[in-house]
């Protein structure tokens, strides 16, 4: 296949995922092409041509009635079609299994190495910080002790992948496990995106005019950054931007967002504003599957500290995920800026964006691909 036909194939794999209902599926799709973007090869060739019959499976089960037959069938066929991607993909032959579990093995004894050093360092520079502003000395400490090992046991994590793990191998994988994780979910009983709608419909608009007229409009929304806290004030322009979404509705104002708290999206002053403009519809869209992925991307202690890792699961991915399950391009805002300290906008940014499978600016492409409207 040369280089045409191959840019061919891969248009028609971004036309079947942009004809998917809206669904948690498309951001780990959109990955894929990133991956798949990279060079025309036999491999490649053969995972496109598979994508899109998983693209066409999924279409089948997403649109299958919830008590049918018809969706035990495209439960079935769509397994099939998504074993058949893992397998040529080659992610779980037993030679690369056993570098995964290796390359965690280092990856745990390095984290923890890297959070006893790590904090360490947090909780002299947290000490110094104190003495120097005449604050609560031991509260300080602490803040640089637990910010050092997070980030120490985050990076120390990740650092064997980078070095020793081939990075396509690593980003079908990351891809392919997003799209199998979102599948099991799928096969399992759940609520539906249409009941959320129906309930998003009830709630803001008392009459079916209102509902028509708002569908019908062109509205704004913003997306929002504002510097990232953690768990203390004083850690901003350290650990990057915190992202959300801002929506309009029925006079009220509501943030779309990944985090255990609520963005103060009234008096809050961000550090970065994207504007964009929609239908109503659109709106409704968005904010029914934000409340259809609380069943699975829910921000709770538990989430936080089982699956949340900063560049790969957090927020600035969950608004992006918000965005291509909805057919539009992901954000153009950055996790850290100029404005952030020297230490953030260098060391922990370069912790955050550079090791893990995908850089931060990988799906930039979707600018292109989906129109912003």
Partial sequence: MNDNEYSQQITQLAEHITELPTCELKYHLWLLV???????????????????????????LLKASEQSSEKSQCLTHTRASLDQLIQISGIKQPSIQRQQYFLNVQGVLLGMMFAVIASGIGGVAGTGRAINRNENLL???????????????????????KLFKDPVVRQFKFALNGLEECFNFLARPH?????????????YFCRPYDLTQF???????EILTFKAQFFSPTLEGYVGHHACIKITIAGQKIPLEYSLGSSDIQAGKPSQVEVRKVTGAKIIEMIAFHHFLQQSHACNSRDILTKMKPGDRDCFNYINLLLLGTNQAVTQLKRFDTH??????????????????FKTDELDFTQKTLSLK
């Fill in 34 to 60: 990133a991956a798949l973007r990279g060079a025309n090869n036999a491999l490649n060739n053969q995972l496109a041509e598979a994508a899109i019959k998983f693209c066409e499976q999924s279409t089948h």
């Fill in 139 to 161: 509260r300080y400490f602490f803040i640089g002790l637990a910010t050092g090992f997070f980030l120490g046991l985050a990076a120390g994590y990740r650092i064997p992948k």
């Fill in 191 to 203: 609520k539906s995106l249409t009941d959320e709608m129906l309930k998003i419909q009830q709630t």
């Fill in 215 to 221: 569908s019908q409009q062109i509205v704004h929304y």
């Fill in 340 to 357: 952030d300290k020297f230490i953030g906008r260098n060391i922990v940014c370069f912790f955050i964006t550079e090791l893990g499978p």
